[in-house]
């Protein structure tokens, strides 16, 4: 799995694009506002509460693409270079087949289906480019907005696994889709 040169992805209305020290004030924001975070739960040393630790957590993700180990990008509209949130899939099991998506959003942007649209883009990534065989999401119980959105993005609940992390946490999961490669319908069968 190669993450370089670093895939930048354009949708309809968003760019989604590498994470730079230039981002720490948003990134800052990202990771400390209470309503973002609200459902988020980290441990103390990965808290990010000034804009040294911001650019610390952005010199970590450089470090993840460059070991190919995780990838995140940042969420801009197309007439604005300014991150108004954060897509990654990270989490990678030992095979490259399953990974798991993060992601959060500006308050002020949420409910436009910005995030839907990012991570559309992101599945097809991640099944495309990286041929994952699923892809997971963990996300807190109480968290309905992000329930929401892994269900209307064909995400299942796995019923019985759990975040051993954070047992407030729920997991969804959504498999590769099968592509049928024939270019003639099949006729039903009677």
Not at 44 to 68: G, M, P, Q, V, W
Not at 76 to 104: M, R
Not at 131 to 150: G, P, R
């Amino acid at each position: 799995m190669r993450f370089k040169p670093f895939p930048v992805i354009e949708s309809k209305r968003l760019f989604l694009r590498n994470i730079e020290e230039s981002d720490c004030e948003e990134v800052l924001f990202l990771r400390s506002d209470k309503t973002i975070n609200k459902f988020i739960e980290r441990p103390e040393n990965r808290k990010t509460k000034n804009i040294s630790d911001a650019l610390k957590f952005i010199k970590e993700l450089k470090e993840y693409i460059e070991n190919n180990t995780s990838i995140a990008w940042g969420i801009t509209l197309k007439n604005d270079s300014k991150i108004i949130g954060t897509i990654c899939l990270w989490n990678f099991s030992q095979d490259n087949k399953i990974a798991e998506v993060g992601y959060d959003l500006n308050p002020q942007f949420q409910g436009k289906g910005i995030m839907n649209e990012a991570l559309q883009s992101i599945l097809e990534f991640g099944f495309i480019n990286l041929n994952l065989a699923s892809i997971e999401a963990y996300t807190h119980q109480a968290n309905e907005s992000s329930k929401k959105l892994l269900e209307r993005n064909k995400f299942e609940l796995i019923e019985g696994k759990q975040d051993k992390q954070n047992l407030n946490n729920i997991i969804y999961e959504i498999e590769k889709p099968v592509v049928n490669n024939e270019s003639t319908p099949k006729t039903p069968q009677h």
